[in-house]
């Protein structure tokens, strides 16, 4: 089954508080256990990679249960029931959510001030697809919003640059190598990274700055239609054979086809495919052709701070 939105989680993290004081970090597998999600539903992670999403809807669930009245928090990473918490376990309601939750007062004055959707955008949400606010916690909405506006970058990217010069796309390896670390600086590289003349081959590139060993380098701005197939990806590999090279990069602004992807499996060369996306990725990952257009930053509570000797 799908991993339950927070809404769907604030009964079982209730009932679980009514047997005794909990930690969000001791009741993930418990809850995982009792809707019967599979081994990968359990560690999925949000999209920045940096916490599970089961984890995560469970401490929103138990966060916006603690706004309304039903858990308190005992002691530090604790939580436990309170009376209005069984007061409203003995309902035997079916399903918990911010509906019920909006019957105390406080959690209705929390709620406006902290600018959740109206129905109107929850109906707009639904007609086209999208998933609700409503079903997703604060911290998902901000990933989505993030990633879909990273994917919409790197489609504008792989745009610009096809509308670029072949010398313009050379120049921006040149760039992207650098920043990653490699060729040991602009001069160094543009001197190396360049027509060779070998088959092939476009360029080489230092691995490190001391030059003990090197990366070859092809790169070919096809359009997104036009994927590479294993006869390139072939001609390259023994182009590297013929330097007696060990390590090559295949750069396009395209995709690889499934059989050039297989072909490079198992080469005694170690050779990486670098395609559209990833290029783009790694061109906003390391600033190259981007810059910053606003920083926001989200704070966690301190619970260090408040703890007292």
């Given at each position: 089954?799908?991993?339950?939105?927070?809404?769907?989680?604030?009964?079982?993290?209730?009932?679980?508080?009514?047997?005794?004081?909990q930690?969000?970090?001791?009741?993930?597998d418990?809850i995982?256990?009792?809707?019967?999600?599979?081994?990968?539903e359990?560690q999925?992670?949000?999209?920045?990679?940096?916490?599970?999403?089961?984890?995560?809807?469970?401490?929103?669930a138990?966060?916006?249960?603690?706004?309304?009245?039903?858990l308190?928090?005992?002691?530090?990473?604790?939580f436990?029931?309170?009376?209005?918490?069984?007061?409203?376990l003995?309902?035997?309601?079916?399903r918990?959510?911010?509906?019920?939750?909006?019957?105390?007062?406080?959690?209705?004055e929390?709620?406006?001030?902290?600018?959740?959707?109206?129905s109107?955008?929850?109906?707009?949400?639904?007609?086209?697809?999208?998933?609700s606010?409503?079903?997703?916690t604060?911290e998902?909405?901000?990933?989505?919003?993030?990633?879909?506006?990273?994917?919409?970058?790197?489609?504008?990217?792989?745009?610009?640059?096809?509308?670029?010069?072949?010398?313009?796309?050379?120049?921006?390896?040149?760039?992207?190598?650098v920043?990653?670390?490699?060729?040991?600086?602009?001069?160094?590289?543009?001197?190396?990274?360049?027509?060779?003349?070998?088959?092939?081959?476009?360029?080489?590139?230092?691995?490190?700055?001391?030059?003990?060993?090197?990366?070859?380098i092809?790169?070919?701005?096809?359009?997104a239609?036009?994927?590479?197939?294993?006869?390139?990806?072939?001609?390259?590999?023994?182009?590297?054979?013929?330097?007696?090279?060990?390590k090559?990069?295949f750069?396009?602004?395209?995709?690889f086809?499934?059989q050039?992807?297989d072909?490079v499996?198992h080469?005694?060369?170690?050779?990486?495919?670098?395609?559209?996306?990833?290029?783009?990725?790694?061109?906003?990952?390391h600033?190259?052709?981007v810059?910053?257009?606003?920083?926001v930053?989200?704070?966690?509570?301190?619970?260090?701070?408040?703890?007292?000797?």
């Amino acid at each position: 089954m799908a991993i339950p939105d927070y809404q769907t989680l604030m009964l079982p993290v209730l009932k679980l508080a009514d047997e005794g004081e909990q930690r969000v970090a001791d009741v993930v597998d418990l809850i995982a256990d009792r809707v019967g999600l599979t081994g990968e539903e359990r560690q999925k992670l949000l999209p920045s990679g940096r916490q599970r999403v089961l984890h995560n809807r469970i401490h929103w669930a138990k966060f916006y249960l603690t706004k309304a009245g039903f858990l308190t928090s005992p002691g530090r990473g604790l939580f436990a029931i309170t009376q209005a918490g069984r007061e409203l376990l003995a309902e035997n309601l079916a399903r918990i959510d911010v509906s019920i939750l909006m019957r105390q007062p406080g959690f209705r004055e929390f709620y406006r001030n902290e600018g959740v959707e109206d129905s109107s955008n929850a109906a707009d949400a639904a007609a086209t697809g999208a998933a609700s606010p409503g079903t997703i916690t604060p911290e998902e909405q901000i990933e989505t919003a993030y990633q879909t506006l990273e994917a919409t970058l790197r489609g504008d990217l792989l745009d610009r640059i096809a509308k670029n010069s072949p010398t313009f796309f050379e120049q921006l390896i040149v760039d992207l190598l650098v920043a990653m670390g490699y060729g040991g600086s602009h001069k160094n590289a543009a001197a190396q990274l360049g027509r060779s003349g070998d088959g092939g081959v476009d360029g080489v590139i230092n691995e490190d700055r001391l030059g003990l060993d090197r990366v070859y380098i092809q790169a070919k701005r096809y359009a997104a239609t036009n994927a590479v197939g294993r006869p390139d990806v072939q001609a390259f590999v023994g182009s590297l054979v013929g330097l007696g090279a060990t390590k090559g990069v295949f750069v396009t602004t395209s995709t690889f086809s499934g059989q050039a992807h297989d072909f490079v499996k198992h080469l005694s060369q170690r050779v990486v495919l670098l395609d559209g996306e990833s290029l783009a990725g790694l061109m906003i990952e390391h600033g190259i052709g981007v810059r910053t257009s606003r920083t926001v930053e989200f704070r966690r509570l301190d619970e260090d701070f408040f703890e007292e000797a």
